[in-house]
C-alpha cells in the first residue's frame, strides 16, 4: 500500500464516513436518491443533477463499482466502507470506459488490500436513537512474501429518529452487516494475484 492511498483510507475515517451517503455528503456534483425506502436498498447516486431518467426501473445513469467489477443490483451499491480504501468518483459521460450505465459517471470502490505484515484494528460507537456501530479488520502472511489475506466486517444499527404516528413504530432505522474478504497471491516480484 502506498503512502497516498493510506492518507485516503484515514482520511475517510476521520471524517465519521461510512456510507456512499457520506461521500455524496462532501463530494461536489454527487448525490443520492433515496425515494424513502427503509432500509436504503432502491437509494441510487445522482451525478451533476443527472437522475435516473426511468424513474427508477432500468439501468442506472452512474455505474457503481468494487475493485472494477459492476455492481448491477441496486440494493448492493451502498456499501459500508468497511475494508474500503478509497472512493474513486468521475463525473460526467464515461460510457466508453466503464459501459452503457455510466452516462452522468461512475463510482468505483476500491479495497484495502491485504497486509504484508499482521495486524488488526477495532472500532465502536454508540450514539443516541440506538446508534450502534462496531467494525474489526484483521490480517497479515499466511505464506510468508507469498500469500496474505485480510479479513474486515461491520455491524450498523439505528433505531430511527422518528415515529410513525399511525402505529407509533420507529422510521428511518436501519441495520446493516457488511464484511470483506481479500487475500494477496505473490508467487513472484513479477506477478500478483489479489
Known amino acids: 500500500m502506498n503512502q497516498s492511498d493510506s492518507k485516503h483510507a484515514e482520511a475517510i475515517e476521520r471524517a465519521g464516513i461510512t456510507s456512499l451517503a457520506g461521500i455524496a455528503a462532501l463530494t461536489p456534483g454527487l448525490s443520492m436518491n433515496d425515494p424513502g425506502t427503509e432500509q436504503g436498498f432502491v437509494t441510487s447516486p445522482v451525478i451533476r443533477g443527472t437522475p435516473n431518467i426511468s424513474g427508477g426501473g432500468g439501468d442506472p445513469n452512474v455505474s457503481v463499482f468494487l475493485d472494477g467489477v459492476y455492481l448491477a443490483n441496486p440494493s448492493v451499491i451502498s456499501l459500508g466502507l468497511v475494508g474500503i480504501e478509497r472512493v474513486e468518483v468521475i463525473k460526467g459521460p464515461v460510457s466508453a470506459l466503464y459501459g452503457r450505465n455510466a452516462f452522468a459517471g461512475a463510482i468505483n470502490y476500491v479495497s484495502k488490500r491485504a497486509p504484508e505484515s499482521f ?31 485480510r479479513l474486515a466486517g461491520a455491524y450498523d444499527e439505528f433505531d430511527g429518529t422518528y415515529r410513525d404516528s399511525v402505529n407509533g413504530l420507529a422510521r428511518g432505522g436501519r441495520e446493516k452487516k457488511n464484511a470483506m474478504l481479500s487475500f494477496a497471491f505473490t508467487p513472484t516480484d513479477e506477478f500478483e494475484v489479489t
Open 119 to 149: 495486524g488488526g484494528d477495532v472500532g465502536l460507537t454508540v450514539g443516541s436513537d440506538g446508534q450502534r456501530t462496531g467494525t474489526f479488520a484483521i490480517g497479515g502472511p499466511l505464506v510468508e512474501g507469498k500469500f496474505s489475506a
